[in-house]
């Protein structure tokens, strides 16, 4: 119960901070229980998940943000392995690779999230998202 616990006060801090940068403190302070949670609770993928994505976050103003994008996407593969049949793993693998700007590649990861939870709309709307960006990037080559 104290892993998830952490992992919805985990989440919550995550939301403040979407869309803000990556060294806001409550991304900060969501990696740090997400780890917490993690030691509690190997098997937990929806934490290893929401990690990645926060890795992803914190990257955008990292001194190395290759190296938090590595970690993010070691980290969402772990949860896809984990539970093949949650979508967050494949979410979370996607929002890396638009974040690397692999368009093409995050948007199979979105189609596979989608699969598996046909209505969910966080998937709909980045799925948008990177038919946008795919579809710019082949418009201006």
């Known amino acids: 119960m ?3 616990d952490k992992y919805l006060k985990a989440s919550s801090l995550s939301f403040l901070d979407e869309g803000a940068g990556g060294k806001q ?13 993690i030691q509690l609770d190997p098997g937990f993928a929806d934490a290893f998940a929401l990690l990645s994505i926060n890795y992803g976050h ?5 001194v190395n943000p290759r190296q938090w994008l590595d970690s993010a996407m070691i980290l969402a593969g772990k949860a896809i392995e ?3 049949e ?3 793993g494949y979410r979370a693998m996607a929002f890396v690779k638009q974040q690397l700007g692999h368009f093409d590649e995050s948007l199979k990861w979105l189609m596979k999230a989608h699969e598996i ?3 969910s709309t966080p998937e709909v709307l980045h799925l948008t998202t990177c038919e946008k960006m795919t579809m ?5 080559g």
Do not use: F, R
């Open 86 to 88: 949650l979508e967050q």
């Open 117 to 119: 939870s046909p209505y």
């Open 25 to 37: 403190p409550n991304t900060q302070k969501a990696i740090h229980l997400l780890k917490q949670v």
């Open 136 to 140: 710019q990037l082949l418009i201006n």
């Open 82 to 84: 984990i539970n093949p």
């Open 2 to 4: 104290e892993a998830y």
């Open 58 to 62: 914190y990257s955008a103003d990292a």
